[in-house]
């Protein structure tokens, strides 16, 4: 192998580094990673607890029986930040079972909770026969069946930005809503679990993650013409 051929590897690889490096650099993520045997309290998270709930960690997941009584969730306050940096919430979730109540006020029996630093709220709202978002106050989107009770985990991924909101379920587009105004109280919120009083589920987590703003890879063909000059 010649040393001008190794140089031109080697710039490749630097070339590539570089722009991975510049994809990620505006990128803020929070996780929280049952395989690491903790609990979300030992990875950063603040607890509220529901006295009747039952709560352990096996096989690298996390499971949660929560009552109707109370409410088992964890949250976290992220660095500020508002929906046109655009987030992404993610978890894989095996819902073995979750209340859907629809009057006097609806409820579900877990959720995945964002707020910018406007405190808009958006909680994807997750029973076992169905979905929805929930805003402020009782407005709501509409409710979408889907059975979630097959003993199998599935992928949900919801996506905020400033035209809207979107949630998928296995890659699959099940929610897209405009974007609504409002506020609650607590800007730079980000929760898992259940969130309702009335509301109840057991519900088992293997894995959560928060992204905050968009892979932005640079262009390539600078690069690119000189590596093809060097050949």
């Known amino acids: 192998m010649t040393k001008k051929y190794l140089f031109v590897v080697f710039y490749i690889l630097l070339v590539l580094g570089v722009s991975a490096q510049s994809a990620n650099a505006d990128l803020i993520t929070y996780t929280y990673d049952p395989s690491l045997g903790t609990l979300p309290d030992a990875q950063g998270w603040t607890e509220n607890n529901d006295p009747s709930a039952v709560v352990n960690i096996s096989g690298g997941v996390l499971n949660v029986q929560s009552s109707q009584s109370g409410m088992q969730y964890w ?64 407005a709501t989107s509409s409710f979408i069946p889907v059975s979630l009770n097959d003993g199998q985990f599935h992928d949900f991924r919801m996506v905020a930005d400033s035209s809207g909101f979107e949630l998928f379920i296995d890659d699959v587009q099940y929610i897209d809503e405009p974007f609504r105004m409002g506020s609650w109280i607590l800007p730079n919120f980000l929760s898992f679990g259940d969130q309702s009083n009335s509301g109840h589920s057991s519900t088992d987590l293997l894995f959560y993650r928060a992204t905050i703003g968009t892979v932005s890879v640079p262009e390539p063909e600078t690069s690119l013409l000189f590596i093809s000059g060097l050949l």
């Open 75 to 138: 949250s976290v306050f992220a660095d500020p930040f508002d929906y046109s940096d655009q987030i992404s919430i993610e978890a894989t979730l095996r819902i073995n079972s979750s209340s859907y109540i629809a009057s006097p006020v609806t409820r579900a029996g877990y959720y995945l909770g964002v707020m910018d630093n406007s405190s808009l709220p958006v909680w994807t709202s997750i029973s076992d026969s169905g979905v929805y978002f929930h805003y402020e106050a009782e």
